[in-house]
T-cell receptor, first 113, second 112 residues
Framework: DVKVTQSSRYLVKRTGEKVFLECVQD?????MFWYRQDPGLGLRLIYF???????EKGDIPEGYSVSREKKERFSLILESASTNQTSMYLC????????????FGPGTRLLVL | GQSLEQPSEVTAVEGAIVQINCTYQ??????LSWYQQHDGGAPTFLSY????GLEETGRFSSFLSRSDSYGYLLLQELQMKDSASYFC?????????????FGKGTKLSVKP
């Protein structure tokens, strides 16, 4: 069965802290994605990666960076957390480019104080 | 710009049929997907249309008209468990395959 896991369900951080959100998939998928979800705004793509060490900016990359050192792991980094980064963060993966089905992790609800 | 429009909320009664529409305007288009998300849960894939026409999967059907940049999700024999948010999504961001642009979601409430 397909599985995408995220390191934390809930996280509370202070403004200015460096925050790491980890995502692991066990399906040998090539593509991995990071979204944030806010009420009334739907899912917005932050970054995606279609191969190890490769990354592409999504619609809202400002204030974020990513790392993909291994195929199964995709990390989202908030270099200096700000209150406007309080959100639900969703990781997803898909088998290969052009594969329409994305599999989502349970999400991390981040609160920045 | 790239955008997908869908109604923010829909209410229907158990056993009824409901249609959730989605219109899109994107620079690239490979197909239209639908995802379901229950409160507190992760989005899960429902259906995908790359070609015009109707795709049926059990109680759920999805339709696409590429010439009209329009699609819909049809839910039949509604059940209480269908109460959730439904997102349409287009694959077509910057010409790269595999990443999706999501609509803002339609919150479906099924009443007894």
């Amino acid at each position: 069965d397909v599985k995408v896991t995220q390191s934390s369900r809930y996280l509370v951080k202070r403004t200015g802290e460096k925050v790491f959100l980890e995502c692991v998939q066990d399906m040998d998928h090539e593509n991995m994605f990071w979204y944030r979800q806010d009420p009334g705004l739907g899912l917005r793509l932050i970054y995606f990666s279609y191969d190890v060490k490769m990354k592409e900016k999504g619609d809202i990359p400002e204030g974020y960076s990513v790392s993909r050192e291994k195929k199964e792991r995709f990390s989202l980094i908030l270099e200096s957390a700000s209150t406007n980064q309080t959100s639900m963060y969703l990781c997803a993966s898909s088998l290969s480019p052009g594969e329409e089905t994305q599999y989502f992790g349970p999400g991390t609800r981040l609160l920045v104080l | 710009g790239q955008s997908l429009e869908q109604p923010s909320e829909v209410t229907a009664v158990e056993g009824a049929i409901v249609q959730i529409n989605c219109t899109y305007q994107t620079s690239g288009f490979y197909g239209l997907s639908w995802y379901q998300q229950h409160d507190g849960g992760a989005p899960t894939f429902l259906s995908y249309n790359a070609l015009d026409g109707l795709e049926e999967t059990g109680r759920f059907s999805s339709f696409l008209s590429r010439s009209d940049s329009y699609g819909y999700l049809l839910l039949q024999e509604l059940q209480m468990k269908d109460s959730a948010s439904y997102f349409c999504a287009v694959n077509g961001h910057g010409g790269s395959q595999g990443n999706l642009i999501f609509g803002k979601g339609t919150k479906l409430s099924v009443k007894p």
